[in-house]
């Protein structure tokens, strides 16, 4: 089953290059990113460890946790770390996780459409995670999704500001506009009156009766 927008994100066991993960005990009150990938010693893959590993300083001044999945095993995640390190130029101290069960892949629903197909003519394809990211807020609920084929690499760029308007907007009446980056105005929700929204958070950029924006920056 697919697991949505404010769904409490499933909790697992598994082991990792960091040792024995419970995810919910892990995560603790910190923000945190699961991130999928097919298989270890994959080109675009190495590529996207490098990325998360050169933004460990970011994730860390966001107080966010990020969590790799892999179907291959912890042996292979620590040698396959030599070659993050060395393309990314950076430390990959983010855990991996062992996932060769399919565990977590299923209760995130991480895997293709044909992994549900008949298993006659089934290839490795098939069962391979595709490049899902979740972003799990301080009380485990799911705040945000993304998925791309396996084709296609992760731009982390954009998983950080995703990150940063869900940080920005968690638990307040506003909501990030199109392109919106850290420091720039935000929408004032609807719930709010002009009077209230002006009482709150100053006065206001009034483009359309339902579109008003505040000058209030990223958490």
Known sequence: MAVRINDI???????STAGTIRFHDWLGDSYGIIFSHPRDFTPVCTTEFGAVAQLAGEWAKRNTKVLGVSVDSVGDHQKWKRDIEA?????A????IDDSSLT?????????ADYYTPSEGRTPAHTATVRTVYIIGPDKKVRLTMTYPMSVGRNFAEILRALDAVRATDGV???APANWVP???????LALT????????????VR??????????GK
């Open 9 to 15: 994100a499933p909790d697992f066991t598994a082991e």
């Open 87 to 91: 393309f990314g130029g950076a430390p």
């Open 93 to 96: 101290e983010f855990p991996i």
């Open 104 to 112: 977590v892949a299923k209760a995130y629903d991480m895997l293709p």
């Open 173 to 175: 009446p506003l909501a």
């Open 183 to 189: 420091g720039q105005d935000m929408i004032v929700a």
């Open 194 to 205: 002009d009077e209230q929204a002006r009482e709150r958070f100053g006065e206001l950029d």
């Open 208 to 217: 359309l009766p339902y579109l008003r924006f505040a000058k209030v920056g």
